[in-house]
């Protein structure tokens, strides 16, 4: 038995006649009456008396019409639930971002989230650029928001924002007084980096290096916590991106200065390979409209 002739069973028994219920199928009168057969001959026995204009149902093919209604009427609604739940996100959705972006972002999404989609469970992970993309390869994250990613042909990339490189030291550091500095005026200064795997300090060292200027870095450090307690004692400098900083110099904790030509850009990284879901297409509007908003309160630079 399948459902097409519960189907045909039902119009015919509703109009009393296989021509007028083949005529409402649209199928020929010979299919309906052979997958009629094959239903009596299935169940073992009669469902329709045939009499001279048409036919009728015997008592036994009553009983059927009333229990495939009730069948057919729960497939039907089943269908329209999956219809509707397809197009509900649910299930695991994580995104990975760099510690800065991630202090900015992470609070914010998980409100929308918790408010307005709470059959999705939500990894919200820090993570540096090079960690990320191998979650990424192999399935692990759903989404990475990665800082000027070398070409991959297993991930697809959305352009985000670019943002400025600050020299960040003591709010009354009179060299971070200047309105920006140049990179060349970086290589006297003692400075706090994070290590050389990280994405951010090979973007600062090779724009340093084509300068002419070697970076004198004392000390490699990958906590944002103990970071800001360093700058504070004056002894040391860091190079950080605003979104790292944006609090302190907005209440002039930190001081801050642009470095001319430095800058970084985000983007959201997914990998091509991995099967969406109705989740992680919501997290990827999600998060590309927070970074909008983002780009204008840290004060980045769109690209044009």
Same mark, same amino acid.
């Given at each position: 038995m399948d459902l097409r002739q519960f189907r045909y069973f039902i119009h015919a028994a509703r109009r009393q006649n296989f021509r007028r219920a083949s005529e409402d199928l649209r199928v020929a009168q010979s299919a309906l009456t052979r997958q009629i057969q094959y239903l009596e001959q299935e169940l073992g026995f009669l469902l329709f008396d045939r009499v001279k204009r048409?036919?009728?149902?015997?008592?036994?093919?009553?009983? #059927? #019409?009333?229990?495939?209604?009730?069948?057919?009427?729960?497939?039907?609604?089943?269908?329209?639930?999956?219809?509707?739940? *397809?197009?509900?996100?649910?299930?695991?959705?994580?995104?990975? *971002?760099?510690?800065?972006?991630?202090? #900015?972002? +992470?609070?914010?999404?998980?409100?929308? +989230?918790?408010?307005?989609?709470?059959?999705?469970?939500?990894?919200?992970?820090?993570?540096?650029?090079?960690?990320?993309?191998?979650?990424?390869?192999?399935?692990?994250?759903? #989404? *990475? @928001?990665?800082?000027?990613?070398?070409?991959?042909?297993?991930?697809?990339y959305t352009h985000l924002f670019t943002e400025s490189i600050y020299l960040v030291g003591r709010p009354d550091d009179p060299c971070l007084k200047k309105r920006s500095l140049e990179v060349r005026s970086l290589a006297d200064l003692p400075l706090v980096m994070t290590s050389k795997t990280n994405r951010s300090r090979q973007l600062i060292e090779n724009s340093a290096a084509r300068e002419g200027a070697r970076l004198n870095v004392r000390l490699e450090l990958e906590s944002p916590e103990t970071l800001q307690h360093l700058l504070l004692s004056g002894r040391i400098y860091g190079l950080l991106p605003y979104s790292s900083i944006y609090h302190g110099a907005q209440i002039r904790r930190l001081g *801050?200065?642009? @470095?001319?030509?430095?800058?970084?850009?985000?983007?959201?990284?997914?990998?091509?390979?991995?099967?969406?879901?109705?989740?992680?297409?919501?997290?990827?509007?999600?998060?590309?409209?927070?970074?909008?908003?983002?780009?204008?309160?840290?004060?980045?630079?769109e690209r044009r």
């Amino acid at each position: 038995m399948d459902l097409r002739q519960f189907r045909y069973f039902i119009h015919a028994a509703r109009r009393q006649n296989f021509r007028r219920a083949s005529e409402d199928l649209r199928v020929a009168q010979s299919a309906l009456t052979r997958q009629i057969q094959y239903l009596e001959q299935e169940l073992g026995f009669l469902l329709f008396d045939r009499v001279k204009r048409g036919v009728r149902l015997t008592a036994a093919g009553q009983r #059927l #019409l009333e229990r495939s209604q009730y069948i057919l009427g729960e497939v039907d609604r089943l269908k329209e639930t999956l219809q509707i739940e *397809a197009h509900v996100p649910s299930g695991p959705a994580s995104l990975a *971002a760099p510690p800065s972006i991630g202090r #900015l972002l +992470f609070a914010r999404l998980a409100q929308t +989230f918790l408010k307005s989609y709470p059959k999705v469970t939500l990894s919200l992970l820090e993570g540096w650029t090079s960690n990320a993309m191998g979650q990424l390869r192999r399935g692990e994250l759903s #989404l *990475a @928001i990665v800082t000027d990613p070398p070409p991959d042909p297993l991930l697809e990339y959305t352009h985000l924002f670019t943002e400025s490189i600050y020299l960040v030291g003591r709010p009354d550091d009179p060299c971070l007084k200047k309105r920006s500095l140049e990179v060349r005026s970086l290589a006297d200064l003692p400075l706090v980096m994070t290590s050389k795997t990280n994405r951010s300090r090979q973007l600062i060292e090779n724009s340093a290096a084509r300068e002419g200027a070697r970076l004198n870095v004392r000390l490699e450090l990958e906590s944002p916590e103990t970071l800001q307690h360093l700058l504070l004692s004056g002894r040391i400098y860091g190079l950080l991106p605003y979104s790292s900083i944006y609090h302190g110099a907005q209440i002039r904790r930190l001081g *801050a200065v642009p @470095i001319r030509g430095l800058a970084m850009t985000r983007y959201l990284a997914k990998s091509r390979n991995e099967v969406s879901s109705v989740a992680r297409e919501t997290l990827e509007k999600a998060v590309i409209g927070e970074m909008r908003e983002l780009s204008k309160r840290v004060g980045v630079r769109e690209r044009r």
